[in-house]
């Protein structure tokens, strides 16, 4: 028999929250193979009648019935998901019964609310068009209104995180290569130097660096393992000189680059 | 007496996700003032501890219980946190309990697993990659690999919504600014006729966009409300005629828009 299942993610919005949440819950039980389907705008009746229809018609197929993740804040809507024939877990019954009982007041059941208000969402925005001007050391320019920036070899993570700590935090990052010529000058490159209480240093391991440059550049000397293990340990002594803090992103994923920065700088999200 | 309360979101790994739902919860509560404190990788025994020192203080100086987010997999570190005088909405207690009866099995509990495969992961940091090299319009080398190519007005959204999409998707997506040029020739640009199938509009009405504008160059005739409803009625004729959908981006976050696009276009997250 089969072990196939099948995992709904619903929202009344974008899903992004208990998609990742669900996800997550599920990698926890191995040997299961889950077929992830995620519902997000799930703001109506009839939108939240067609989704039963769909949890029902994976049920069939599947032999068995459906595991729902959802995150539906008006009360007609998630009464229609409930009547589907499926395993419900929903955040919001989860979570804002006890809130409203511990805070004494009733929650706004609101559905569409601003997670954050227009002030930040601006800044947020700002912070993304800064990084993508001042990636890969492009305009000097308000180099000094970076709140942080990152110096690494070519390919060590420094764009992916400038551009998620704007996005998500709304910080204001910036990112400089170090390239042979800063190995040569045993220098940080000038415009850097006035600066360095906000330079924070990403290293990684050469395997996994060749293994990166070779997937875009197969075959050359740049990927090669020799000059990536070369490249890594100049760009460490230089760092290390400087006294900037270095942070090994081999094992680690974007979002784990960007929180760890945050926390080791005191930086506010 | 004061309303204000302190509310940790407390994970062993980013803390992103309990962040965001923890906010969402909150935001159903209004006239309370929530001081919202983030504790990221609490992964050990003394870290725990040190998470109900700071949780016991917050309560003891806003003269009550702190409410704790948590998504914390490994038991006896959330022990620990369940000893605070707090109450505690961990996401793993809730939904990993149900999850263990309905699929029959036990959950690994492994803290620090991958949420995603290595293949994956090296998808979406290309993605990154791609976005940058092709945002505004730069480089119509590879131009035919997008699987989404975003067209609008300067300052329409068209960067941060590639970004989020590749961040969060691993979505190739590419963007082209329309400009003066391509109103005069009542045409697209060039490069993008061939793959006008996977052209998504972004339009937004033009007080907003004078809004934002002026935010970058105050007082400029690039950000006078006259100038926006200009382009941005040339943008929409020109789109119309191409038979290019667009989507009003006004009021909606770039999660919205991201979530939006992929919801029509049917691209696989």
Chains 1, 2 share one sequence.
Do not use: W
């Not at 949890?55 to 995150?71: K, L, P, Y």
């Not at 000094?144 to 996005?167: D, F, M, N, W």
């Amino acid at each position: 028999m089969s072990r196939r299942r099948t995992a709904f993610f619903i929202s009344d919005r974008t899903g992004i929250t208990v998609e990742k949440l669900g996800r997550s819950m599920l990698s926890q039980f191995d040997g299961i193979e889950f077929n992830q389907v995620t519902l997000p705008f799930v703001d109506s009746i009839e939108k939240a009648h067609s989704a039963v229809n769909r949890i029902n018609q994976a049920a069939m197929e599947d032999g068995r019935r459906a595991i729902v993740f959802s995150t539906l804040i008006v009360a007609d809507i998630h009464n229609v998901i409930e009547e589907s024939d499926a395993l419900i877990l929903d955040l919001f019954e989860s979570f804002i019964v006890p809130l409203e009982d511990e805070l004494g007041i009733q929650s706004s059941h609101a559905v569409g609310r601003p997670h954050e208000t227009g002030i930040h969402y601006n800044e947020r925005m700002d912070a993304v068009n800064y990084a993508l001007n001042h990636d890969d050391g492009g305009i000097s320019r308000e180099l000094e209104r970076a709140q942080i920036i990152l110096v690494g070899v070519s390919r060590s993570g420094k764009s992916p995180t400038s551009l998620y700590l704007a996005l998500q935090f709304g910080i204001f990052a910036a990112n400089y290569p170090l390239v042979p010529e800063d190995f040569e000058n045993k220098s940080l490159p000038a415009a850097l130097k006035p600066l360095l209480p906000k330079v924070q240093g990403l290293t990684i391991q050469p395997e996994r660096l060749a293994q990166i440059r070779a997937e875009r550049m197969p075959n050359s000397r740049y990927a090669s393992l020799e000059n990536c293990r070369k490249e890594i340990q100049q760009a460490e002594a230089l760092m290390l000189s400087a006294n900037i803090p270095m942070l090994d992103v081999t094992t680690i994923s974007v979002e784990e680059i960007a929180t760890t920065l945050l926390h080791q700088t005191g930086l506010k999200r």
